[in-house]
């Protein structure tokens, strides 16, 4: 037998083999729709290194607290950029930046799992899963390490981590609340130079 045909049947049986791998892996991997399938989808996401790829899968106030933070700090920078002097403007607008100019909750996500060292808490903490105690809407993911991690089933039926929650929605009551003092501090300033035309 040539040794070229050898070469092709033997380079075939690799492809084959790595294509029934990947496929076995597709197949037997946990859907997200499980506690379990939505852990390991988190794991991925800390070990890349990308916090904004396990937004997904965080519950759904997470994800609005992600929204309206963004959305409160865009409008809030707009607002300092309009109506507030310097230096308090420049200082003001540079403190809300990064919220402000983030694409999407997602990436909000990542700013406050970078500040707070989250992917570093998950990273020290996540481990093969040794149970998982399912009740109604609520699970909990518990690791070989004994950490136990809780999910919130979503409205789509995927399992979101609800460990972030309270931290994003204080921050989104914050934002709100900060909006609500700048605004005023704009308006001030605005009547001011009304009444003061230089």
């Known amino acids: 037998m040539p040794a070229r045909r050898v ?7 690799i492809g084959a083999a790595l294509l029934l791998g990947f496929a076995w892996a597709k197949v037997s991997f946990p859907s997200d729709r499980t506690p379990q ?8 996401a800390v070990n890349r290194g990308r916090a904004q790829d396990f937004f997904a899968y965080t519950e759904t106030r997470a994800e609005h607290a992600c929204y ?3 959305d409160y700090r865009k409008k809030t920078r707009d607002r300092v950029l309009a109506a507030f002097p310097e230096p308090e403007r ?16 997602s990436d909000v996500l990542a700013i406050y799992a970078q500040q707070n060292g989250w992917m570093n808490r998950l990273r020290k903490d ?9 009740q109604g809407e609520r699970a909990t993911v518990e690791t070989a390490r004994g950490t136990r991690y809780p999910f919130r089933r979503r409205e789509n039926g995927i399992w979101g981590l609800t460990l972030f929650t309270a931290e994003l929605s204080a921050e989104a009551e914050k934002a709100a609340r900060d909006w609500d003092l700048i605004d005023k501090a704009a ?12």
Do not use: C, F, N, W
């Open 7 to 13: 070469l092709t049947i033997v380079l075939a049986g």
């Open 37 to 44: 399938g939505a852990y390991l989808r988190i794991g991925i």
């Open 68 to 70: 309206t933070i963004r």
């Open 90 to 105: 420049s200082r003001l607008a540079a403190q809300y930046a990064d919220e402000a100019a983030a694409p999407d909750g």
């Open 126 to 134: 996540m481990s093969g899963i040794a149970r998982v105690d399912i």
């Open 187 to 198: 308006s001030d300033y605005e009547h001011a130079a009304k009444a003061d035309p230089k």
